[in-house]
């Protein structure tokens, strides 16, 4: 009987044993296709491997992320979160009051706001001079090291706080009408925003959100009396060099060298049995078995599957981005956006496909959402320093211009390339309506003209109406 049992559960495993076999020769495709592909983009110049690609490591670089760190953890929030301020709080018409024309721009009714945040702002105002001097000081090189690429040291939370502190300095210095004060700070955010400018997704998002936010303060500052032409030049220099869409095909291109770095270390498992699919300790025993044999099962059979596909999929967003950056304009990267999302959706989302393409899945990200943020703000950096312009041109001739050609070349480069627009590029729209007020934007995400509001990105116009 017990003979019987056994010969019976040895038939079982291998009959199992036999599936699985025929199943992973089912499966499993030739990586000759793989190969050829990348021998041809290789050969036209394509990067695939870390080495090839991220930044010079510095231990440098490392330390001074720790200072920042350590700075960032003596600035005081309390009682007002200067991260809660509500700047250029635009409505749907396209006015927004200016900051200091409102009680409590926190919105949450607090009865004396100004009197309390100044005096908090006085206890910050030595860790706002001592990031300041740090931004300064920034050492060349990089936190990143391609020997352990998930092991970084960059700390967003302290760019968070540090961020808000030096807005709140900046709403500060207006309040106290010090504008070469607010200058100062604007200048420290994209010293700051310029400090996280790295080559993956998550740290241009940052950049890009530092900058947005230092963008905000510099429509608050134009609204304040006493604003002149010097100052409106020194923050014409400011964005000028700022440029929020440069090298942005260099993120693209890391973070695909990244995901390839998971792929080799599925194949050859570089440093250790390492499951991609699941964190250690992070599921029941049960669940972590099943991943496990997935894991297994994917490496045997579909692995460099997947990997073709991904790489096919992300070329498109790689050569959108490439022409993006060459020539300043989104309306090619619409059509290449929209090539990679088509790919995605073709892979399906049968279970089949979940296990086929697992990592190409597991890493396509959202592109489209980050890639039209970036180019969100860029299109609004763009705005404001044609803003600046106008506002120097009505300084020197006591009216606003009528075109934006009249600013070029002395005020503007050239007259201001609208980034959202399609070819040929076109300039952002501009008309003067009185002698206080201009209309000026570009035609944001979907390419049309939605005269300034909608989906349009657009310099507010001052609400003059509003002090609550």
Same mark, same amino acid.
């Not at 089912?26 to 190969?35: A, D, V, Y």
């Not at 592909?37 to 290789?42: F, S, T």
């Not at 297994?296 to 596909?309: C, F």
């Given at each position: 009987?017990?003979?019987?049992?056994?010969?019976?559960?040895?038939?079982?495993?291998?009959?199992?044993?036999?599936?699985v076999?025929?199943?992973?020769v089912?499966?499993?495709?030739?990586?000759?296709?793989?190969?050829l592909?990348?021998?041809?983009?290789?050969a036209?110049?394509?990067?695939?491997?870390l080495a090839?690609?991220?930044?010079?490591?510095?231990?440098?670089?490392?330390?001074?992320?720790?200072?920042?760190?350590?700075?960032?953890?003596?600035?005081?929030?309390?009682?007002?979160?200067p991260?809660?301020l509500? *700047?250029?709080?635009?409505?749907?018409?396209g006015f927004?009051?200016?900051?200091?024309?409102?009680t409590? !721009?926190?919105?949450?009714?607090?009865?004396?706001?100004?009197?309390?945040? $100044?005096?908090q702002?006085g206890?910050?105002?030595?860790?706002?001079?001592?990031?300041r001097?740090l931004?300064?000081? =920034?050492?060349?090189g990089?936190?990143?090291?391609?020997?352990s690429?998930?092991g970084?040291?960059?700390?967003?939370?302290a760019r968070r706080?540090?961020?808000?502190?030096?807005?709140?300095?900046a709403?500060?210095?207006?309040?106290?009408?010090?504008?070469?004060?607010?200058?100062?700070?604007?200048?420290a955010?994209?010293?700051?925003?310029?400090? +996280?400018? %790295?080559?993956?997704?998550?740290?241009?998002?940052?950049c %890009?959100?530092?900058?947005? *936010?230092?963008?905000?303060?510099?429509?608050?500052?134009c #609204?304040?009396?006493?604003?002149d032409?010097?100052?409106?030049?020194?923050?014409?220099?400011?964005?000028?060099?700022?440029?929020?869409?440069?090298?942005?095909?260099?993120?693209?291109?890391?973070?695909r060298a990244?995901?390839?770095?998971?792929?080799?270390?599925?194949?050859t498992?570089?440093?250790?049995?390492?499951?991609?699919?699941?964190?250690? %300790?992070?599921?029941?025993?049960?669940e972590?078995?099943?991943?496990?044999a997935?894991? +297994?099962?994917? =490496?045997?059979?579909?692995?460099?599957?997947?990997?073709?596909?991904y790489l096919?999929?992300? #070329?498109?967003? $790689?050569?959108?981005a /490439?022409a993006?950056?060459?020539?300043?304009?989104?309306?090619g990267?619409?059509?290449?956006l929209?090539?990679?999302v088509?790919?995605?959706?073709?892979?399906?989302?049968?279970?089949?496909a979940?296990?086929?393409?697992?990592?190409?899945?597991?890493?396509?990200?959202?592109?489209?959402?980050?890639?039209?943020? $970036?180019?969100k703000?860029?299109?609004?950096? /763009? +705005?404001?320093l044609?803003?600046?312009?106008?506002?120097?041109?009505?300084?020197? #001739?006591?009216?606003?211009?009528?075109?934006?050609?009249?600013?070029a070349?002395?005020?503007? !480069?050239?007259?201001?390339?609208?980034?959202?627009?399609?070819?040929p590029l076109?300039?952002?729209?501009?008309? !003067?309506?009185?002698?206080?007020?201009f209309?000026?934007?570009s035609?944001g995400?979907?390419?049309?003209?939605?005269?300034?509001?909608?989906?349009?990105?657009?310099?507010p116009?001052?609400?003059?109406?509003?002090?609550?």
């Open positions: 009987m017990r003979h019987s049992l056994l010969r019976r559960r040895l038939i079982v495993l291998g009959a199992f044993i036999g599936v076999a025929l199943l992973v089912f499966l499993k495709g030739s990586s000759r296709e793989l190969e592909w990348k021998q041809d983009k290789i036209r110049g394509e990067r695939f491997t090839e690609i991220a930044p010079p490591f510095s231990q440098a670089a490392v330390d001074w992320e720790l200072s920042l760190g350590s700075v960032a953890s003596r600035l005081v929030d309390y009682p007002h979160n991260g809660l509500g *700047l250029m709080a635009t409505n749907s018409l927004a009051p200016s900051i200091l024309h409102r409590d !721009p926190t919105s949450r009714q607090a009865a004396n706001f100004w009197p309390e945040f $100044m005096v702002l206890s910050n105002s030595p860790v706002i001079a001592e990031v001097a931004l300064q000081a =920034r050492p060349r990089s936190t990143f090291d391609p020997t690429p998930f970084r040291t960059l700390d967003m939370v706080k540090i961020a808000q502190g030096i807005s709140g300095a709403v500060g210095a207006m309040r106290a009408n010090a504008h070469d004060q607010v200058l100062t700070n604007i200048a955010l994209l010293d700051l925003s310029k400090s +996280v400018a %790295g080559e993956q997704t998550v740290e241009r998002s940052i %890009g959100a530092i900058a947005q *936010l230092a963008l905000q303060l510099t429509w608050e500052f #609204q304040l009396p006493g604003v032409e010097a100052h409106l030049s020194q923050l014409s220099r400011l964005w000028a060099n700022a440029d929020l869409f440069q090298n942005l095909d260099r993120v693209v291109e890391m973070e990244l995901v390839e770095f998971c792929f080799e270390l599925a194949r498992n570089l440093t250790e049995k390492r499951n991609l699919f699941v964190a250690p %300790g992070s599921q029941p025993f049960s972590r078995v099943l991943n496990t997935f894991d +297994v099962l994917w =490496r045997s059979t579909s692995l460099e599957k997947d990997e073709y596909m096919r999929t992300m #070329q498109p967003l $790689m050569e959108g /490439r993006a950056s060459s020539n300043g304009n989104y309306s990267m619409r059509a290449r929209k090539e990679h088509d790919l995605i959706d073709a892979v399906g989302d049968t279970r089949f979940r296990f086929r393409y697992s990592l190409t899945l597991l890493a396509s990200q959202s592109w489209g959402k980050f890639m039209q943020v $970036m180019w703000r860029e299109a609004f950096r /763009r +705005v404001t044609a803003a600046i312009a106008v506002n120097r041109y009505r300084l020197r #001739q006591g009216r606003f211009p009528d075109t934006l050609a009249a600013l070349p002395d005020l503007l !480069p050239a007259e201001s390339q609208d980034p959202m627009s399609g070819q076109q300039p952002l729209r501009y008309r !003067p309506l009185s002698a206080e007020e209309v000026l934007y035609v995400e979907n390419g049309k003209d939605d005269g300034g509001l909608g989906d349009d990105i657009y310099w116009r001052l609400d003059r109406s509003r002090s609550d």
